[in-house]
């Protein structure tokens, strides 16, 4: 990877240092994905029939898996896969589990009462990715969420012909509809429905350049009122590292995102000359023994390393960069930790490698890319629900703060606001004159 002086660099040169890959930067693809949209919109399934058959060489009559289909499939999957994914399950389900939020129901003050109450979103979609990486843990990470939240409609979509893993995983947390599509063309479906594909609510999972510009542009379109997890779009790493990092360690954990795809990007940032020359002997080393060389050698070549002065330095171009993994493979990592402002997801320490995250420790690993990591989180319980407030008061708890509400809404110029407290204690007190006169009678 090429090494850079952080420190010798005009601000313009640090910005550029910082920037994502130029494939990402494509001027077509807005016009390529509204195309395939458009596509879905008016013609349904046979619109995503014939991309089956343009983009992945597969020609199907039948877009959704049979039950018999699935069965087939999951027989296939090997004993020792089954294994891997049942303790991968168990750890996200346990971390999923405890992200479960009590009701907030509580008296602001005596006679009002607000709740803050949750409810999970109807109808989701789940995106897989498949093609030359089926990600079979994506489907851990969305499906078992999904149905911890409560969603009631869970609808998996991935590119066909579909993994046989994917397949089981996806049985194994209770998915029923499977659908053998992808890309942007699937994106639409979800969006919009078609013949065969239900509409959902809310579209989850990370994907290509393509897929990232399709739920972009779905979520922004009028015709359907369809919202999305994030940007989660091509891998990304950045590591912070001083010079007693095992270079080995840091060089494999580099080309564990680089092999993700042609478009990802890699980042190292130490503030040891030595390290990063280390680093970039283990990679050429490293690289001669993967089966993606090709991919991970083009990713390299928009990756970079940078010197800094030192560690929390390095901590503040990370913060700049706000990677998609942060990976501190420092000798305090949490001394590190405490000046990290942004990221999708953070590891520490030497025996902590991204792909314990990517697989089974039991976080999620649909993180924001791009530097979206500054303002959206990572995938949680949450994103599948939705909250909404509750107020209650009597007749004392309005009295009690009717002022102060009819004070701000004259100051706001809103008396339409004002009118409907000054109504009510007009009715109160018309009522309290009533009751006095009976009781005097009595």
């Known amino acids: ?19 994502r890959s130029p494939l990402i930067g494509d001027n077509s693809l807005e016009q390529n994905v509204a195309r395939i949209i458009e596509a879905v919109v008016a013609n349904g399934d046979q619109a995503l029939k014939d991309f ?17 289909q699935i069965e087939q499939s999951c027989k296939l999957v090997p004993e020792s896969l089954k294994q891997a994914i049942a303790q991968a ?7 999923h589990q405890a992200q479960l939020q009590p009701k907030v129901d509580i008296e602001t003050q005596a006679g009002i009462r607000c709740e803050l109450r949750s409810e999970p979103i109807e109808r989701v979609g789940l995106y897989i990715p498949g093609g ?13 969420p999904a149905k911890i939240a409560g969603c009631n409609k869970r609808v998996l979509v991935s590119p066909p012909p579909i993994n046989d893993a994917i397949i089981y995983a996806a049985n194994e947390c209770g998915i029923e509809e499977i659908y053998q599509v992808g890309g942007a063309q699937a994106i639409a479906a979800l969006a919009f429905g078609t013949e065969s594909l239900p509409q959902v609510d809310k579209i989850f999972g990370p994907g290509n350049r393509f897929v990232t510009e399709a739920k972009r542009a779905v979520s922004q379109d009028n015709r359907c009122t369809v919202s999305i997890d994030m940007p989660a779009g091509p891998s ?16 494999a954990d580099l080309l564990s995102q680089a092999e993700h795809g042609a478009d990802s ?36 070549k928009s990756s970079r390393t940078l010197i800094v002065d030192d560690i929390q330095m390095a901590a503040l171009v990370s913060n700049q960069y706000g990677p998609e993994h942060l990976i501190i493979q420092t000798k305090q990592p949490r001394d590190v930790l405490r000046n990290i402002r942004a990221a999708g ?40 629900s939705r909250r909404f407030t509750v107020q209650e008061l009597n007749a004392k708890g309005l009295q009690t ?10 100051a706001e110029l809103l008396d339409a606001h004002k009118n409907a407290i000054a109504i009510r204690l007009a009715s109160l007190s018309a009522d309290d004159d009533t009751n006095s006169g009976n009781e005097e009678e009595l």
């Open 265 to 300: 990007q890699v980042m190292l940032v130490t503030d040891s000359t030595e390290l990063a020359e280390a680093v970039n002997t283990a990679l050429a080393n490293q690289l001669k023994q993967l089966s993606r060389t090709e991919i991970a050698t083009t990713a390299l």
């Open 89 to 95: 399950k168990n750890n996200i389900e346990r971390f």
């Open 52 to 68: 089956n058959r343009e983009f992945d060489g597969v020609n199907l009559e039948t877009l959704k898996l049979t039950t018999t």
């Open 1 to 19: 990877m090429q090494i850079l002086n952080w420190q010798s660099l005009s601000p313009q040169a640090q910005l550029a240092a910082l920037k």
């Open 401 to 410: 703060i009717a002022d102060s509400v009819m004070t701000l809404a004259a």
């Open 236 to 251: 990304e790493v950045l590591i912070i590292a001083d010079g007693q990092a095992n270079a080995e360690f840091v060089a």
């Open 132 to 144: 030359t990486a089926p990600l079979i843990s994506t489907v851990l990470m969305l499906a078992l």
């Open 345 to 384: 997801s953070v590891f520490l320490g030497a025996y902590t490698p991204e792909s314990v995250g990517d697989y089974a420790s039991g976080t999620n690993h649909v993180l924001p890319t791009y530097g979206y990591s500054k303002t959206v989180s990572s995938l949680s319980l949450a994103d599948f």
